[in-house]
């Protein structure tokens, strides 16, 4: 079920009659988007937003906020409905990374530091243990739409007036109670680089990533969710984690790739793949055959949200390392075409894994739902470690449940263990429990005696 928030956001946000394209503004969103540009298309039609709420950016004549929105969504539409459309917007965003060589400036980071030193996660003005930063001094201080404001005070580290507050969703902050942030169009994310020695130095690094914000409020894979968040810190880092299994799994040498399932906007898939180039520097993994070979291929039955995974993945220098597929995880027609694109020779993924996948994590002590005939035609059979690792609410519908083992069934699954958010310190508003957790699962196999 969606929240509700979204739910009224999405009767607000309904609009009707034809698409009209009067203003300059207006065609240039329009071209940009038919050319493949979307990233840009995305950003003038949230400055021009922006600029109409708060009067703060330099566009002078920007459209009414609905025929912005009606015009994105429409011309979005037509670039999809093409069949290679997502073929067209890989290789434009390979040509443009390849001439750059960097990573796109269509978003200025509001990142509070440089990334290249260590940093002390206790002397960060959101840090572990204190108050949810409210919704207002996070908008005012961080949100795409207070940008161009003089920063009050309150925006700088109380302890150093120079330095501005931490905006960045990052392991030992709160921030991340922002999430969904429904409304931002991008969003700036820090993680940990896993470093090997006997006193590793802390290395961090920025990950930005592109949500469709006010152009596609009622999209709920347009945005990240706090469950993915999770599941890419994990993956990012699986034995700060606990799950050790991530390590084994990717370091052996018949590891093939990984799966995301209902990959959103892609930060799980782009973490796990930025942690694999990272271990490659200094690892077999990087030999040949497999230093530029796909690592991930994260698959969503909605094309602009894959679209998005695309271009988060060439930002964030991990294009040539992740692959998107079309793919619905609730048919099993689907998943098996899947499967036979990717592996034709047989066999299945090392890794599985995925996020708040509403329906498919409905009903799962039931040994016919779907989830288990998904996993048993997806998951590699010949890796003894291969494994699943989903992020999901714990309690309620989504919550993931075996069936009980009465009977031993060709697909059966067992849990190895549940990880609260709280290992990543992901509290509730209150303080409480995470609301929050990742469960490891692998095939349960079955005793012949």
Known sequence: MRPLVLTILCALN???????????????????ILAGRLSEGRRIANECIAYNNYRILTYQECPPNDDIVKTFKHFMTLFYKKDDSLYLLNNLLQ???????????????????????????????????????????????????????????????????????????????????????????????????QTTGTNPTPKYQIIEVEQEGQLGLCDVSGVLWPSGYLLGLCLNNPMICGVPEIMKTIESRDFTMALELGAGIGFPSIAFANAMKNLCQNNWLCAPARKNATMVVATDFSKSSLGLVLSNSFRNDVGHLVNVSETDHMNLESVSMLRDRFLPLGGGFDLIFGSSLQGFFEGTSNPNATLWYSLDLLLSRSNPDAI???????????????????????????????????????????????????????????NTD
């Open 14 to 32: 309904k609009f009707a009659g034809e698409i009209y394209l009067d203003g300059s503004i207006l065609n240039v969103i329009q071209n940009l």
């Open 388 to 446: 699943v690792i989903f992020g999901h609410i714990r309690t309620g519908n989504e919550k993931i449940d075996v069936p009980s083992a009465k009977e031993c069934r060709v697909n059966s699954f067992e849990i190895i263990r549940r990880i609260s958010g709280d290992i990543f310190h992901m509290n509730t508003r209150d303080g409480d429990t995470s609301d929050f957790e990742l469960v490891v699962l692998r095939r349960h196999i079955c």
């Open 95 to 193: 040509n443009e990374y390849r001439y750059t060589g960097t990573t796109s400036n269509a978003f200025q980071s509001s990142n509070c530091w440089s990334g290249d030193k260590s940093i002390n996660f206790m002397d960060f003005p959101f840090r572990v243990g204190s108050m949810l930063p409210d919704v207002t001094r996070w908008t005012e201080c961080c949100s795409f739409f207070s940008r161009y404001y003089e920063k009050p005070s309150k925006c700088f580290d109380s302890k150093d007036s120079r330095s501005p507050l931490c905006c960045d969703l990052s392991f030992g902050t709160d921030n991340y109670l922002e999430l969904p942030a429904l409304k931002e169009p991008y969003l700036s994310i820090r993680l940990e680089q």
